[in-house]
């Protein structure tokens, strides 16, 4: 049988499945237009195997005519010639006409599909009513259909189906149409899922042999390639790349583990040489010549990519991803060269490049032929990679056939271009009518220089402006760098600098120092060509001190700058200014002294210590800092940077311009009206240099330009002259000036050397030293922690004399008070000491006194020195502390105070007093007036204590002081001195010890002969000095008081007496209370003002309110606690009161407590309502009192009837009582207790022990 060479049929996603149909042709031709248009109106869902996603398809079929040449071959992989079903078409209704010829015609049909194992096919019984009433005698259409599924679809009989009326527009045809196309739907659906489960379990099958002796790569290439045609076909793109995607990666890795020493013998194939690099071609669905090559084993590296990523960019723009064709295209070039390289394949230099600059120019036409022009300039991120790399690979062509040089190719670069332009090939037809093709483009830029060179900067400028639009300026400068490459080779220095200028700012802003230093040196070259001897100096001063040059080139540079610097300097000619952190760097500044704060006139030195980054000694003539005077005062602005050793260190410079530091200074706004505080604020003083345009000031550090500023002109400058500075670290001395008062900042540093100096515009941190004039100052300092009021103490004078020098003569006046003596002696010496703090001399002090100046004459002290002396002042302790003395005697002056000399206070239970110093100094008209505070080293209390009728007055000294005092001569004394008044001493000792924070007591009795005094004045008087003193340092202490109502008016006595049959009281028993209140002494005509009397029947009464309480809740009181009696005045009259209590505890109980007030009735003319404190309890109590009327309960009114009455009018007069004084009644059971004993029931005891 002879073997006929089939036609390569060029498969595109046009191509449709394949339905054959067999049987009645004139039916199916009829019905074949309907068929064609209705099966793809409804989607269909895809339910596949191994768990993939199901999807919803579309079905659309190529109807051809049925042929046994078109069924499958034993071994045939393609998909796309198979035919997924067949369909036998008949309209018969005669059953004669069937078993004649219909019936043979399927028989032998599904024998041809049998014998080649098709089991997909389908039976179509068409009705035709126009066909029956043509045969009178037919049999029903179900008859037909009933044979042909017995004898054909015994087993399936969803293979036969029938189609009513097709041609019709009858609900009937619609309905036979709709069930129709959905069993052929099914059908067709069912078959390709079949069909490609086989084909993917073959090709898994084929793909696990691959470790095997002879498999092919390209074999299995082509077998899974139609697996993605029938995707393709039935438009699922996505799993069409996916199929492509794995080729792509199980190609890699085989390239990659042949790299590793692991190949595979089908690489082979892959390792010929190139020959033809003519570029991918994405301007066909499908490359047919390269996929031939791939099917023969004949294709190359470049082939097999260049085919497989054209299909990949044809499914992406299908899927709308033209984006994504940009990214892997960037990928796919790369990737080539380097398998190109594992692999080891011989290619003609320069042909790569070419294969690579046509490709992305295709690709990028391609790209420009899908995408409108807003799409294209809104996704340049995603295109610029592309046109960077065909300007890279176009700049190495230029190179390579010598087309950059200055004198143009040569003849061996013209052989060269000749080869390439040859591999090229002839240009393909889809591009041959495009004028500005790949192919053209790289062909005309090779031809010439001139095209070269138009070609080149076309695409570098294109790249560039991409860069800048979509903001990525580091990209678009280092391409600007490659430009200024390619004019350095054609001899353009003016244009290759401003590309390496504008290069320069991303290496210095990023810090990228190797780069930094070759741009550096490249600028460097095109500014000495161009003759700009200031910049480049600049730049050659930047490379001497640049560590990432050799240690000659450092030399190099430096030497020319030298050399420059001795020239003579020509008239109207400006120094040349350099960046001085391109010379040295600062490390540390030291003050002395380490304050930096000096008077005006004094020496301070400043040593400034450097670091020189030139690897040769330099000489410079002088070395200068400007300094920026202010006259804010001393203390204005901080110097947080400077540290107490007086240093200030400066940090290490990056390659980044720093930019100048915050100089910030205190801004405040007084009210004219009160000068109080109205705003607050901050303003910074070198906003010139901060407010600036970053880009059209150029930074000394850029190497561009030269600075165009020099050294400010100031003032006040530091000078140090004959400076050589070594490689490494120096020293520089300074005197800096201190003529004025104020704030001197460094702001500019300045080395001259010859024509050329090197500035530095600012310092940071911020360096400053102040130089203050200071005014006089008098203080007095107290020489222990506190001063002691009555002991003569330690005082020092300090005198700060500022810009003022005391001159011999001038004197110190001191106003004397008798509240604070001074208290001086001849023998006092003053010390002088400058400003560092050491003593200079010692000189003695004339010290005079009058009644009231001291006068303190002082010696001679120079400006800004401090003098200092001793003076011994007592502060008198006044009698009565909390009294203050004011006194307004006039000063020296004549000047009136009027204020207190004296004046005492209380702090934490301490009387201290504060002391005025009015002091006239020689430098001011005005007097000074000073304070002393003064803590009186005691605190005294007296109380008055009776027993019975007699008196005792006692005085407690406490010691409130931490120093230990010796205490003698205690003494009271009565002011009146009232002969028949004597106070009896009750003390043993004489002399005592009181430590600190410890109390004396101190008891006299109080005598009388003659009635009692109503009131005293007594004054208690002691000696006292500290405890190791002699006696001749005792000083007078002493303390005023009085005492009122002396004289005991009342006693009181209590008795509690068991119940009746009881021996003793038992707790929970009521008790018997006794009261007996006894009027002592006669009323006095001074005690007429206190009380109120009645006269009844001539007995003279006063009435008294008693109260009956027990704080300590040992006694209930049953019934009346309190009540009122009317008690004579006269002499030993007693009134006895009975009540019941009860004990509730039993043990030793103390008496409950007892206390009198007077009873004084509501007055008529009482506006004011008393408080709660004064109403009286309604208590009534029985009073046994012969002779004596008892007191009518219903005279008391009761507290609540009194307090809560709101019925009647406000302002109601009601009783009140008024307390008497705690020397007037003597209670004599105040300590007493009684004995009560537990109740009858002995299960619990409750026992109270006080």
């Not at 049929?9 to 046009?14: D, G, K, L, R, S």
């Not at 109080?676 to 070198?686: E, I, M, R």
């Not at 003064?934 to 209390?941: A, E, I, T, W």
Request: charge should be negative; hydrophobic fraction near 35%; charged fraction near 20%.
């Amino acid at each position: 049988m002879e073997t006929h060479e089939e036609k390569p049929i060029i498969y595109t996603m046009e191509n449709k499945p394949i339905v054959t149909c067999a049987g009645d042709q004139t039916l199916f031709t009829a019905l074949y237009t309907s068929l064609t248009q209705q099966l793809p109106r409804e989607p269909m869902e895809w339910r596949r195997s191994y768990g993939r996603a199901p999807k919803m398809i579309y079905l659309e079929a190529n109807f051809v005519q049925f042929k046994e040449e078109l069924l499958p071959k034993e071994g045939n992989k393609a998909l796309l010639t198979f035919p997924f079903l067949h369909i036998y078409w008949t309209d018969c209704c005669d059953t004669e006409v069937y078993k004649a010829s219909v019936k043979e015609d399927m028989q032998r049909w599904q024998g041809v599909l049998r014998l080649h194992g098709s089991a997909d096919w389908l039976i179509v019984v068409v009705e035709n009513d126009n066909k029956k009433k043509n045969k009178t005698n037919i049999l029903p259409r179900t008859s037909i259909l009933d044979k042909i599924r017995n004898d054909f679809c015994n087993k399936q009989s969803d293979r036969c189906v029938s189609l009513s009326e097709p041609l019709k527009e009858s609900s009937r045809s619609q309905e036979s149409w709709s069930s129709f196309l959905t069993k052929l739907r099914t059908l067709l659906l069912m078959s390709f899922t079949r069909n490609l489960g086989r084909f993917e379990d073959d090709m898994r099958t084929l793909r696990e042999k691959r470790t095997e002796p002879g498999w092919s790569f390209c074999d299995y290439f082509m077998v899974q390639e139609e697996l993605a045609f029938v995707f393709e076909m039935l438009q699922q793109f996505e799993d069409a790349l996916v199929q492509y995607d794995e080729l792509d990666a199980l190609f890699t890795q085989y390239v990659l583990n042949f790299g590793a020493g692991d190949g595979a013998n089908w690489l082979c194939s892959f390792c010929q040489p190139v020959r033809s690099w003519n570029g991918l071609l994405l301007r066909r669905p499908i490359d047919m010549e390269k996929r031939d090559l791939i099917q023969r084993g004949d294709a190359s590296l470049l082939d097999l990519r260049s085919y497989l990523f054209s299909r990949q960019c044809t499914l992406l723009i299908f899927l709308q991803r033209p984006w994504e064709v940009t990214a892997r295209a960037l990928e796919l070039l790369h990737t080539c060269v380097q398998e190109l390289r594992l692999l080891e394949v011989s290619v003609v230099c320069g042909a790569l490049d070419c294969w690579v600059f046509l490709s992305c120019l295709e690709v990028l036409h391609r790209i420009e032929g899908c995408c409108e022009r807003s799409q294209l300039e809104a996704n340049y991120s995603h295109t610029v990679g592309l046109w960077t790399y065909a300007t890279e690979k176009l700049k190495a062509l230029g190179d390579l056939c010598g087309l950059v040089s200055e004198n143009g190719p040569n003849s061996e670069d013209l052989n060269r271009t000749v080869d390439l332009l040859a591999g090229l090939g002839a240009e393909r037809p889809e591009t041959a009518q495009s004028l500005q093709s790949p192919y053209k483009k790289l062909k005309e830029a090779l031809s010439s220089v001139e095209a070269f060179e138009k070609h080149y900067l076309e695409l570098s400028h294109a790249a560039m402006e991409m860069y800048r639009a979509i903001g990525r300026l580091r990209s678009a400068r280092l391409l600007g760098k490659s430009l200024a490459e390619f004019y350095m080779r054609k001899g353009d220095p003016q244009s290759a600098e401003l590309f390496l200028l504008d290069s320069l700012k991303s290496f210095v802003s990023e810090s990228w120092s190797l780069p930094l230093t070759h741009t550096r040196r490249q600028i460097a070259e095109c500014q000495k060509q161009l003759q700009k001897m200031d910049e480049y100096l600049q730049t050659s001063a930047l490379l001497a001190s640049d560590t990432n040059l050799s240690h000659e080139e450092r030399k190099h540079f430096c030497q020319e700058i030298l050399t420059f610097a001795s020239q003579p300097e020509g008239k109207g000619q400006a120094k040349v200014s350099l960046s001085m952190s391109s010379l040295a760097v600062l490390q540390e500044l030291i003050f002395c002294p380490a304050s930096a704060v000096v008077h005006v006139g004094a020496e301070l030195q400043m040593e400034l210590h450097v670091c020189s980054l030139q690897p040769l000694p330099v000489c410079v003539q002088q070395f200068s800092a400007a300094l920026h005077f202010s006259t804010d005062p001393p203390g204005t602005h901080r110097r947080s940077t400077q540290q107490a050793s007086g240093s200030v260190v400066f940090p290490a410079l990056s390659p980044v311009s720093v930019s100048p530091a915050l100089e910030l200074c205190e801004v405040t706004e007084l009210s004219p009206s009160d000068s109080a505080l109205s705003s607050a604020g901050v303003a910074c003083k070198n906003t010139h240099l901060l407010m600036r345009r970053p880009d059209s000031a150029t930074s000394l550090q850029m190497g561009g330009t030269a600075a165009t500023s020099a050294l400010e002109e100031a003032e006040h400058m530091l000078r140090a002259t004959d400076v050589t500075l070594q490689p490494g670290h120096n020293t520089i001395s300074f005197s800096a000036p201190s003529q004025k008062p104020g704030t001197y900042t460094l702001r500019q540093l300045c080395a001259t050397l010859g024509r050329v100096q090197f500035v530095l515009p600012h310092l940071y941190p911020v360096v400053q030293y102040e130089v203050y004039s200071q005014e006089p100052q008098l203080s007095i300092q107290p020489l222990t922690e506190c001063l002691l009021a009555g002991l003569p103490q330690q005082v020092q004078f300090l005198i700060q004399t500022g810009h003022y020098s005391v001159k011999k003569g001038d004197a110190l006046q001191l106003s004397n008070t008798d509240s604070m003596p001074v208290l001086h002696t001849h023998t006092c010496s003053a010390r002088i000491r400058n400003s560092s703090g050491d003593v200079v001399c010692e000189s003695a002090l004339s010290i005079q006194s009058s009644e009231k100046v001291t006068s303190i004459s002082l010696p001679a002290t120079p400006a800004y020195h401090t003098l200092e002396f001793q003076l011994e002042v007592l502060c008198r302790i006044p009698a009565c502390p909390a009294a203050a003395r004011v006194e307004s005697e006039r000063l020296t002056n004549g000047q009136i105070s009027h204020r207190a000399r004296s004046r005492s206070r209380y702090s934490s239970g301490t009387t201290i007093i504060d002391q005025k110093v009015s002091i006239d100094c020689p430098w001011s008209i005005y007097s000074t007036l000073l304070s002393l505070t003064f803590h009186v080293p005691f605190k005294v209390k007296h109380s008055l204590l009776t027993a019975g009728r007699r008196k005792f007055i006692q005085v407690c000294l406490q010691n409130v002081s931490n120093t230990n005092f010796r205490l003698t001569n205690q003494t009271l004394t009565e002011n009146q001195h009232t002969p028949s008044l004597e106070l009896l001493s009750l003390n043993t000792k004489t002399h005592c010890v009181v430590f600190s924070q410890q109390c004396v007591f101190s008891v006299w009795e109080l005598r009388w002969n003659d009635a009692p005094p109503v009131s005293l004045q007594c004054v208690f008087s002691a000696s006292f000095a500290p405890a190791d003193a002699p006696d001749t340092h005792l000083k007078p202490y002493t303390h005023q008081f009085s005492l009122e109502r002396v004289s005991t008016v009342y006693s009181v006595r209590a008795d509690i007496r068991p119940a009746a049959g009881d021996a003793e009281c038992r707790c929970g028993s009521l008790c018997r209370l006794e009261v007996s209140i006894t009027r002592l002494t006669e009323h006095t005509d001074a005690e007429r003002s206190d009380e109120e009397y009645s006269d009844t029947d001539g007995l003279r009464t006063c009435r008294l309110l008693y109260e009956v309480m027990d704080n300590s809740s040992n006694w209930a009181v049953c019934g009346k606690s309190s009540g009122v009696v009317s008690m004579p005045t006269a002499a030993m009259a007693t009134h006895k009161v009975q009540m019941e209590i009860m004990p509730l505890f039993a043990g030793s109980l103390p008496f409950p407590s007892i206390r009198l007030f007077r009873y004084l009735p509501h007055q008529a003319n009482a506006s004011v309502q008393p408080d709660s404190d004064s109403c009286v309890e309604s208590d009534s109590v029985s009073v046994v009192e012969r002779g004596v009327e008892e007191c009518d309960s219903a005279s008391v009114r009761s507290r609540s009837s009194v307090c809560s009455s709101s019925d009647g009018p406000r302002g109601l007069p009601m009783p009140r009582r008024q307390a008497l004084g705690p020397a007037q009644v003597f209670s004599s059971t105040q300590s007493r207790q009684v004995r009560v004993l537990p109740a009858a029931d002995h299960h619990q005891l409750e026992i109270n022990v006080t």
